[in-house]
């Protein structure tokens, strides 16, 4: 079983800049790759960006393409979340997630949750 934590999130204001980290227990042998969401109250959770462990090919979410980064660093099993030119509505808690076979956007095809780590944009 993969377990996941996420950091890096906190206060900031409008036009700044925050980089999450996902700490995984485990890479090659039980996760194909990680993925980024948020879930702001009243939504749903909504897709970042997810890239693969042995290649690092990454898909990144239009609605945030060009100002967040998804990168990973095998040697210490943690994927990273880039965020720059932040606004208020990217305010939310920011989850990442391990699936063992596939990648994407849909939720179910992640097998394993961090509990989550809260991004408040706000002057």
């Known amino acids: 079983q993969v377990q996941l934590v996420e950091s890096g999130g906190g206060l900031v204001e409008p036009g700044g800049s925050l980089t999450l980290s996902c700490a995984a227990s485990?890479?090659?042998?039980?996760?194909?790759?990680v993925g980024w969401f948020r879930q702001a109250p009243g939504k749903e959770r909504e897709f970042l960006a997810c890239?693969?462990?042995?290649?690092?090919?990454?898909i990144t979410a239009i609605p945030v393409k060009g100002r967040f980064t998804i990168s990973r660093d095998g040697a210490k099993n943690t994927v990273y979340l880039q965020m720059d030119s932040l606004k208020p509505e990217d305010t939310a808690v920011y989850y990442c997630a391990s699936a063992r076979r596939r990648i994407g956007p849909d939720v179910v095809d992640y097998d394993y949750w961090g509990q989550g780590t809260q991004v408040t944009v706000s002057s």
């Open positions: 890239i693969t462990w042995a290649a690092g090919v990454s």
């Open positions: 485990e890479r090659t042998s039980s996760s194909y790759g």
